[in-house]
């Protein structure tokens, strides 16, 4: 059983989840929130492009709710990173933002499975953009509703839609101008255009 679990753990998704996870962080963190913090003068709170929910979204569709450990695994870091904590610091804030911003995706997608409403990859390799990004909406609001909550400590009361506003907002565009990217990825490829 146990040989089991831990083969799950080390196989190559889950590398892949964690790697571009963490890339997409690294930009967020060395571009994007530069950027938007020469900008805003509150500081950020919510990212007006947040990559890396791409990943929460695509790794949840194409692997389920498996996803969450590896998720879970680079959110942990990538937090502990932004709030200069060790884990053993972390608040009641810290892991409802961490905890949302995991569950986010997977949920959306099982929660439309139950409904009925299946948008896990099919057999015939069409990819449905639309409908990713559809969930990826869904679960934006997940996310925006339970990290709002979870870092009311980090800003005013009177702000707080505000806050939601961008948690919904850089999660939409995060995952929208990583999708733009695969299409055109993808369609540059399968025409063997590589230069």
Not at 52 to 65: D, E, I, S
Request: proline letters at 3%.
């Amino acid at each position: 059983m146990l040989k089991k679990l831990l083969s799950v753990f080390f196989s190559q998704w889950w590398l892949i989840i964690i790697g571009s996870y963490g890339a997409l962080w690294f930009v967020q963190t060395t571009v994007i929130f530069p950027i938007e913090g020469a900008f805003l003068k509150n500081g950020i709170v919510a990212s007006f492009l947040f990559l890396p929910h791409a990943v929460r979204v695509l790794g949840a569709w194409l692997y389920g709710p498996k996803v969450v450990f590896p998720l879970l695994s680079i959110a942990v870091i990538c937090h502990t990173q932004l709030v200069d904590k060790s884990i053993f610091e972390f608040t009641r804030g810290d892991i409802i933002s961490v905890l949302g911003g995991v569950i986010c995706a997977p949920l959306t997608f099982e929660a439309m499975k139950i409904m009925r409403v299946d948008v896990y990859p099919k057999d015939d390799g069409i990819i449905s953009w639309r409908t990713l990004l559809f969930v990826g909406i869904v679960s934006s609001v997940i996310n925006a509703f339970v990290n709002g909550v979870g870092n009311s400590a980090y800003y005013d009361v009177e702000n707080t839609i505000s806050v939601l506003l961008r948690y919904l907002v850089g999660d939409v565009v995060g995952l929208f101008v990583v999708l733009i990217i695969l299409v055109f990825t993808t369609r540059k490829y399968r025409k063997g255009d590589y230069g």
